[in-house]
């Protein structure tokens, strides 16, 4: 077994899947110990194709998925060693799907004629904008607005890898776009601000927000997020939605209304451990509370959040210390895991030993969400927990964002929404939740698959219905949003009801 497998049990990932061109002298059992090698070093192998073959050698090219980059080097290296095997080229499949970036722009409309060019710009483009000038609404049904959302981020805390910059962060938002479209109909455009200036990044928001319906914040490092978005909610009248802390926090909730209907415990009486208080854990928390979960002992670098503690505080830390650790608990992260029902990972890898897990309750739930290493090996913690959940795609129980902001954006865009509101937040948690069906849930199955097809329709229906209840909506009726809009009668200006 390989050094960095050995350290670990996590399984090979599609994100690190390797083509590797291999000159193979012509041997009987050649391939044999390729394949039994790649087995050996816990890789999982994939396609074997034959590129060229000569009376002497044959060069294959072989697929195979590895843990990370060094395990993939260290694989590289033992095939060279095996007499008769030269690794000669090697292609990260990963790398390849992004070269050139993953996102374009396309015409909605026919552009074949002078009569298209006349009508999609000037002349009759200026009858257009006119109208709009009289009547600002009309923003809404004239242009993209409807249905568009600015994808925002200065690079300063992206996925797992910090404050890597704007450029950096760039994939990450095409991504994100990538999620918008294929699973909301939602049309997003990435923006990567070189500032990492509070004030000048709300500046530079609110003066683009009358091109887009919804702000999307992203990869925004705390405490700077929490106060970019709240300026933004109070001086914008459309979404703007930080998703690495919404997003998280629904999804978590949806994951854990399921956990709980199988270990069968109630949301009052539990006692929940949580490390990690940036964006995504005060979300978290607040989520939890706002659903009738009252005890909860968040943990940062410094221990315990308690109401009164003085070292590594700022006031989104205060604000959380009111609200959770009601018996004021300052020991240590060991200690508080004794008798507890839950534990929320919103840390990174390697906190805890897996032994820690079993002080838990019985029927424990764990949901260790660093990614791409969790807190506790997923497969090691179920020796003391029920469920586990993770962020990764390679486990069950994917915690993953993407779940939850398309259809959110999309039922509040259908609607007009100002914003998004608690309830239309608790509403998609709900919704997301009862996608898993009573005779589906199980163990391994708390929370659905990204792709199945009722998701983001649920999610949106139940955003669409609180953003209406609760008064946030211009339109009490929706327009059916995506790639499928329907026909409405026109009102004179060309426009249409939608």
Same mark, same amino acid.
């Given at each position: 077994m390989s050094l960095s497998a050995s350290r670990n049990s996590y399984l090979a990932s599609p994100?690190?899947?390797?083509?590797?061109?291999?000159?193979?002298?012509? *041997?009987?059992? =050649?391939?044999?110990?390729?394949?039994?090698?790649i087995g050996k070093?816990?890789?999982?192998?994939g396609a074997i194709d034959v590129v060229e073959t000569s009376r002497d050698e044959?060069? *294959?090219?072989? =697929?195979?998925?590895v843990l990370n980059e060094r395990h993939g080097n260290e694989l590289v290296a033992r095939l060279n060693r095996i007499p008769g095997i030269r690794v000669i080229a090697v292609s990260d499949r990963t790398f390849l799907m992004h070269l050139g970036g993953k996102i374009e722009m396309r015409s909605r409309v026919p552009l074949k004629t002078r009569d298209d060019l006349s009508m999609a710009y000037t002349p009759g483009v200026a009858r257009v904008c006119m109208a709009i000038h009289e009547n600002r609404s009309r923003v809404w049904a004239l242009s993209m607005k409807k249905n568009t959302v600015a994808i925002v981020t200065d690079g300063s805390a992206v996925l797992g890898l910090?404050?890597?910059?704007?450029?950096?962060?760039l994939p990450v938002m095409e991504g994100k776009a990538i999620l918008f479209k294929n699973f909301g109909g939602v049309d997003a455009f990435p923006i990567c601000l070189a500032t990492q200036d509070t004030d000048e990044i709300v500046r530079i928001v609110q003066a683009m927000a009358p091109g887009f319906g919804g702000i999307n914040l992203e990869d925004i490092s705390?405490?700077?997020c929490f106060e970019i978005e709240n300026r933004l909610r109070k001086t914008l009248d459309i979404p703007v939605f930080h998703d690495d802390q919404h997003g998280t926090a629904v999804v978590v909730l949806a994951a854990l209304f399921n956990a709980l209907r199988i270990v069968k415990k109630s949301k009052r009486s539990l006692k929940i451990v949580m490390?990690?208080?940036g964006a995504a854990g005060m979300a978290v928390a607040r989520i939890l509370i706002q659903a009738?979960?009252?005890?909860?002992?968040?943990?940062d670098r410094a221990g315990p959040v308690y109401s009164g503690r003085m070292q590594n505080m700022n006031p989104a830390k205060e604000e959380l210390a009111k609200i959770t650790n009601p018996d004021r608990y300052q020991g240590s992260l060991k200690g508080a895991l004794s008798g507890a029902d839950v534990f929320i990972g919103l840390s990174g890898p390697g906190l805890l030993k897996v032994k820690d897990l079993s002080r838990m309750a019985k029927n424990a739930v764990v949901f260790a969400l660093a990614n791409p290493d969790p807190e506790v090996p997923p497969l090691e913690a179920l020796r003391y927990a029920r469920i586990v959940a993770t962020g990764r795609s390679d486990y069950a129980n994917q915690i993953n964002n993407a779940l939850v902001f398309p259809g959110v954006f999309r039922g509040a865009l259908d609607v007009r929404a100002r914003t998004i509101n608690e309830p239309m937040k608790l509403a998609a948690a709900l919704a997301l939740a009862s996608v898993v069906g009573r005779r589906e849930l199980r163990e391994d199955y708390i929370i659905p698959s990204i792709f199945n097809p009722d998701v983001g329709a649920c999610v949106a229906s139940a955003v669409r219905q609180a953003a209406i209840k609760t008064k946030?909506?211009?339109k009490s009726a929706p327009f059916a949003g995506g790639h499928n809009l329907p026909a409405h009668e026109s009102n004179g200006h060309g426009e249409t009801s939608a």
């Open positions: 994100s690190y899947t390797l083509t590797l061109r291999l000159k193979i002298r012509r *041997r009987p059992g =050649t391939l044999a110990k390729i394949i039994s090698l070093e816990r890789a999982s192998v044959k060069i *294959r090219d072989i =697929t195979v998925q910090g404050n890597i910059g704007p450029e950096a962060a705390a405490p700077r490390t990690g208080v009738g979960i009252r005890r909860i002992i968040g943990f946030v909506a211009r």
